[in-house]
């Protein structure tokens, strides 16, 4: 009966967690003030990253979407890719957080060029 009593408790508990909510402010904070994106203006900045989302939710591969953000960003760094996909993710659609991991998971960034 305990474990049972258990059970209930912990589903009630699951149950009631509040949905994840999407947070554009604190997306266009941390993309505007870190150096490299260039964004014409919040709303260039809110359409990239809302970009971003679609692309996950119509499950990009995220060696895809890595590549995709370094040509229109003109850049080889992997890191600065990873910055903007995690915070559209994480701040604009954070339902999505579980699928991009999945995507993410055998990740290993681009070839070490010049090595």
Known sequence: MRAVT??????GTLAAAPAAQADAVAYLVNV?????????????????????????R???????IVGKV??????????????LI?????ELCPALIWQLR???AH?????VLGG
């Open 58 to 64: 119509q499950g990009g591969n995220y060696s895809g």
């Open 70 to 83: 370094k040509s229109d960003f003109d850049t080889g760094d992997d890191y600065q890719a990873a910055y």
């Open 107 to 111: 990740y290993t960034g681009g070839p």
């Open 102 to 104: 999945n995507s993410a």
């Open 86 to 90: 995690n915070q559209a993710v994480n």
């Open 32 to 56: 505007t003030v870190r150096p490299g994106y260039n964004f014409p203006g919040p709303d260039a900045a809110l359409a990239y990253g809302n970009g971003i989302c679609e692309q996950v």
């Open 6 to 11: 258990t059970l209930s408790v912990t589903a």
